[in-house]
């Protein structure tokens, strides 16, 4: 119905068709809170029938797992919640064991172990990070209530894993049972949809006129993208045991878009060269050949239904493209016979470029359709266990981001120490959850400010709750009655991105400070010192995240910098062939992730960054190619020389990068070229070609992306 006629209705009307459309359009959102509301409910009603002390530590449990709302995410997580829990308990344990009455010493362990936990959760990724934030703020859940009385730390412990067990089996419950969204769904509609921007920049690559900075913001947030469907995949593997079958499948489509991302880019840069260097006629004759590609490819894929017959019948079409070329490189060369000899050669070099791109892009079409394809499992090509390889981030950066935490928890303890507050404890479980629960995001202060909005809410919707509320109520019914408004409210907060931190603060210090215990506590002046000691702790996160060693700072771009060049210095150049380049591509993929979300500002702009991570892409990917064609080619014993002197200089130009490391990289590949033999009809040919072709997108991509670098001295690292 047209908003004309909607208009026109009676009053009455209206309202039902702008019901209707609020369901159609944002009813997930409303299924996901109500989800929410009754899985709390459910967790709180078996800790009161288990006579369970503390009710609020499983409603807690439950609001954090449900933030996510697909199922697969919430039993990821749920499983590293429990491991976590029981690391964090057995910690606490351990404390009480070696400080029981020294309270300075206590605080002071407790702030290392947080700070270490951190660090784990800041450098390791995925769930395994969650599973560090458990340990380190479960630990302060446990010990701290029993500081006062150390013999009651194993009732903590014993009820703690209880009322968490609790929460977890709710959440799950809930989560895969009622109106279930399975990520296995969203995993490849959200793979198609990168496939079709993948080809979308393609064709602009193939055909439009782009700046170098917009292409790099597209490639860049196509490499984002694609580290977001690797956090998909490892959390649909907890939900579907199809996909658990094809997870090698789903690891080699990531290598295998990579690919392709890099000889895209590579021809990219190929035809900007050309038509810097060369006349317009020259570069539209080009242009002409790479048209053929772009004629043949699909228009945009729906991501809900892809037509795989269609991208079969491109897979076709790409074989056909890939056969012709020969004849198109023919025609090619009869069209600019009277141009000079040095401009006839790099012309030449377009169907290499094209070749290899289209080779990579049919490499990745095809893994694609196998993913979706019904008969995969009579494929045991695709069922073999896949190399797991472990992503990090950079130490530096994730030693700091335990520092940070250290010296929050120090600070507030300290606090405590000195003032003698009675319910300064709050303040330092609040700094916990808040210094782990968001070492990993890309803009922390910011986020622990929307946390303080959302406690601040939850404070004065518990105070509301506990003194007019609770003392009215008789009964469970009343009870859930009475909780759900507020429950409802915060979980719909936690569905939109904008305000999903003030939701999710809002559900867990609702359910925190609502002080549902068993037996029932009338206390207005512990109600009040908690609300007051929790926003204390979060303050000090968010100062800690402005002042210690903020994240915001230039030094994290550096060193993001410096871990890509070691990347290519150390694995691609030096470390052992077996399982190469899973381990160059995870690391990375997770760099450039990093440096993509930087802001390109102050010494390291946005070109700096962009060469940096194309270089390292293209370079890196090009000498682990090398390495392994080596063996298969026809090659003089001596010309190994020159490939141990790439390896070297191009290791130099990444760990020490300056203008004449860059070009003397350059001149030990256009020697290595130089010295390449002839082709022969043998079945080394094959080899030899592609090896030239490897050794080709080494270069250009040292001259387009490095060389330039050496006019900025102090920008370059």
Same mark, same amino acid.
């Not at 025609?331 to 012309?347: D, G, K, R």
């Given at each position: ?562 871990? @890509?060049?070691? /990347?290519? %210095?150390? &694995? *691609?150049?030096?470390?052992?062939? +077996?399982?190469?380049? =899973? !381990? ?88 290595? @070229?130089?010295? /390449?033999? %002839?082709? &022969? *009809?043998?079945?080394?040919?094959? +080899?030899?070609?592609? =090896? !030239? ?25």
């Amino acid at each position: 119905m047209s908003t004309s006629s909607a208009i026109s209705l009676p009053w009455h009307a209206a309202l039902r068709v702008a019901a209707r459309q609020y369901v159609q359009e944002d009813g997930i959102r409303l299924i996901h809170a109500l989800k929410t509301a009754l899985a709390v409910l459910l967790a709180t009603g078996l800790s009161m029938g288990l006579d369970l002390a503390a009710p609020r530590t499983a409603m807690v449990s439950v609001v954090i797992l449900m933030m996510h709302q697909h199922s697969g995410m919430v039993m990821a997580r749920g499983f590293y919640r429990g491991l976590g829990m029981v690391v964090g308990n057995l910690a606490a344990l351990m404390l009480f064991a070696l400080f029981p009455q020294e309270r300075v010493l206590f605080l002071g362990a407790l702030a290392v172990w947080i700070g270490l936990c951190v660090w784990g959760a800041a450098y390791y990724r995925n769930y395994q990070s969650y599973g560090f934030v458990l340990a380190g703020y479960a630990t302060c859940i446990a010990a701290l209530p029993a500081i006062d009385h150390p013999y009651g730390i194993l009732d903590n412990v014993v009820t703690g894993l209880s009322e968490v067990s609790v929460g977890i089996l709710c959440a799950s419950v809930v989560s895969a049972m009622i109106f279930p969204l399975h990520v296995r769904d969203v995993l490849l509609r959200a793979g198609a949809g990168h496939f079709s921007d993948f080809l979308g920049f393609v064709r602009r690559a193939l055909t439009d006129r782009l700046e170098p900075l917009e292409s790099g913001r597209i490639q860049l947030a196509l490499i984002g993208q694609r580290a977001q469907l690797e956090n998909l995949r490892s959390a649909a593997v907890f939900e579907d045991p199809d996909l658990r079958r094809r997870d090698g499948l789903m690891t080699r489509l990531a290598s295998e878009f990579l690919d392709a991302n890099t000889q895209f880019h590579l021809l990219y840069q190929f035809r900007q060269r050309l038509r810097t260097n060369t006349g317009s006629d020259v570069a539209n004759t080009v242009d002409t050949l790479f048209a053929h590609l772009a004629a043949i490819l699909p228009d945009r894929i729906d991501p809900a239904r892809p037509d795989l017959e269609r991208l079969h019948q491109f897979d076709h079409a790409l074989t056909t493209l890939i056969a012709q070329l020969p004849a198109l490189q023919t025609n090619q060369h009869a069209a600019l016979v009277h141009e000079a000899l040095a401009t006839q050669q790099l012309a030449q070099s377009a169907t290499p470029h094209l070749e290899n791109a289209a080779a990579a892009l049919r490499a990745y079409l095809r893994d694609f359709i196998a993913l979706r394809s019904p008969d995969f499992s009579r494929d045991s090509a695709y069922v073999r266990r896949p190399v797991r390889i472990v992503t990090t981030a950079n130490r530096m950066v994730s030693m700091a981001a335990g520092l940070r935490a250290t010296c929050t928890i120090g600070a507030v303890s300290l606090l405590w120490i000195a003032t003698g507050w009675t319910s300064a404890s709050g303040a330092v479980i609040s700094a916990a959850i808040a210094s782990a629960l968001f070492s990993t995001v890309p803009a922390p202060a910011a986020v622990t400010r929307q946390m303080v909005a959302g406690c601040t809410a939850a404070w004065l919707a518990s105070l509301f709750f506990n003194f007019f509320v609770l003392p009215r109520l008789d009964g469970f019914l009343l009870l859930a009655a009475a909780i759900t408004p507020s429950i409802l409210a915060g979980s719909y907060l936690t569905t939109w991105p904008r305000t999903a931190t003030i939701g999710l603060g809002f559900n867990i210090y609702f359910c925190f400070l609502s002080n549902l215990t068993n037996p029932s506590v009338y206390s207005p002046a512990s109600t009040l010192d908690a609300g007051f000691s929790t926003i204390i702790g979060i303050v000090a996160a968010s100062l800690a995240y402005s002042f210690v060693a903020p994240y915001a700072g230039e030094w994290v771009t550096g060193l993001y910098l410096n871990q @890509l060049r070691r /990347l290519v %210095a150390h &694995v *691609a150049c030096d470390g052992p062939l +077996a399982g190469i380049r =899973l !381990r160059f591509d995870s690391g990375v993929r997770d760099c450039v992730q990093q440096i993509g979300m930087r802001s390109g500002t102050g010494r390291y702009s946005e070109a700096v960054l962009h060469a940096w991570s194309f270089a390292s892409i293209e370079i890196g990917r090009g000498v682990i190619a090398l390495r392994e064609l080596l063996p298969h080619a026809s090659l003089p014993p001596s010309w190994r020389t020159f490939e141990t002197d790439i390896r070297k200089t191009v290791a130099h130009a990444f760990t020490s990068p300056s203008r004449d490391s860059f070009l003397a990289a350059s001149k030990s590949v256009e020697a290595a @070229l130089a010295a /390449l033999p %002839a082709p &022969v *009809a043998s079945v080394a040919d094959i +080899a030899l070609v592609k =090896l !030239r072709s490897t050794l080709n997108d080494i270069r250009l991509s040292l001259q387009d992306n490095l060389v330039p670098l050496g006019a900025m001295d102090g920008n370059i690292r």
